[in-house]
């Protein structure tokens, strides 16, 4: 193998290597911004979870009186 041959199979891993690097970086990136707090109204998966959680408290209140 001569020196051009490994020179391009190096440079032909470290991009297929990098490629997967930056595409788990996106995934990661992409899932844990639903995680962050978008100052738009909980429009994100936190601020759902809250608004069940309300909804769910209220329903539980609502029942606990009719009792």
Do not use: C, Q
Not at 3 to 22: E, G, K, R
Not at 28 to 53: A, C, F, M, Q, T
């Amino acid at each position: 193998m001569s020196p051009n041959d490994t020179a391009a199979l190096a440079v032909a891993l470290l991009t297929i290597v990098a490629s997967v690097f930056a595409g788990i970086r996106w995934v990661v990136k992409h899932y844990l911004s639903e995680l962050k707090d978008d100052h738009n109204g909980g429009h994100n998966l936190e601020g759902r979870v809250r608004r069940i959680e309300n909804k769910l408290d209220t329903l539980y209140e609502i029942l606990i009186t009719k009792n």
